[in-house]
């Protein structure tokens, strides 16, 4: 299959046959609750896996949670609690949701909390590689000292800093050698949580949280990895640089996929906009169905906005896919799938083209319920109907989420306890 690869800037080609696919995906901060952007990223990769496993691949998948971070530190206080309780209470929430989606769970869902460790070990291997300091408590790393800063957002060293800024950067921390410099370990500040370290008490840095989570999952390097595209830059460009630092290898992962952001009423849907759209406000109104079939028809790669009325026609939609699933047909000639198949196929190796998958099925819903009409047997077509539902998370006439749905998000969530 093709995926489009955020480092290249090109489609490449992706073997997934007979593979194990190592996926990650960067996981929420769990300060509040799931809105519709995030159900997009996530549900945007339950496809690709749910079709590298139809394509014959085994995908070990890890996503993350920021458990510890300015944000739920933040944020406790103002909500009359800590940042603990807080982010159990958020990340039990957003699981919750991702099994009313019939969302995939990971395989493994690493907190940062439980990876100290491995942070401060790699934090001395970069200082010891020479691309990181010690400063007054702090550990910082040195971005002069990495000439190949920039190689996955492509934006020009001099149009860094002013990104950096709006997204969590502190330009006139005056530990710092250079304001681009990002922190891998912080001092703690009073009434802050902290860890000990070499460097004296503190916490870790978000972006070496997820390099030191990958490399415990899985090693120097992995197949894909993927987040909002929000997290390019300086997220994922951070990532990099820390990680093949620390490894010697000449790559982190062979490609990278960012989902694209979902808009609201002209803006960026974000919480400090405050036009949110939450996930579990839509489910009271619709089924996991239509909104799956909703998000499906937004390719994950281009930026959409949120469209009430597109919400309805999905739910049409799918009572017309559950009688297709459903129709009884007779005994005439057996309804031909495979022209069906091959396209629907073909949309989804086409870096997962899943408005073009979605507009195949609904087409072939209509095509088989005509065939059960004029008594032809369906019962192979809607064997292979089913299946492709499935990929795009679809459970038709079945009620609640696939099982290991429920039982594999339960076992994460039973690490996260909220009274
Ligand atoms: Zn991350």
Redesign the pocket.
Known sequence: MKLYNTQSRELEHFEPQNKTVRL?V??ITPYDTTHLGHAATYCAFDVLIRFLEYRGATVNYAQ?V?DIDDDTIREAPKRGTNWKDLGNYWTAHFMRDMIALNVRPPNHYPRATETIAEIIEFDKALIEKGCAYESGGSVYFHVNAYEKFGQLSHIPREEMLAIANERGNFPDDPKKRAPLDFVLWQAQAPGEPAWDSPWGPGRPG??I??SA?NYKTFGPTIDIHG?GAD?VFP??EC?IAQTVNFTGEDYFAKIWMHAAMVGYEGEKMSKSLGNLVMVSDLLKTYTPDAIRLFLAKHHYRFPWEFVHAELDASRAQCTQLTQAAQAMGGDGNAMDFQYAREHFENALDNDLDSPRAAAVLCEFAASLLEHADARRDVRDAQTWFRRAASILGLRLDTFGPEAHVREGWERHLNRFPTE
């Open positions: 990650y960067c996981g993350n920021t978000w972006h949280e997820c989570m987040g997290l997220h994922h990532e």
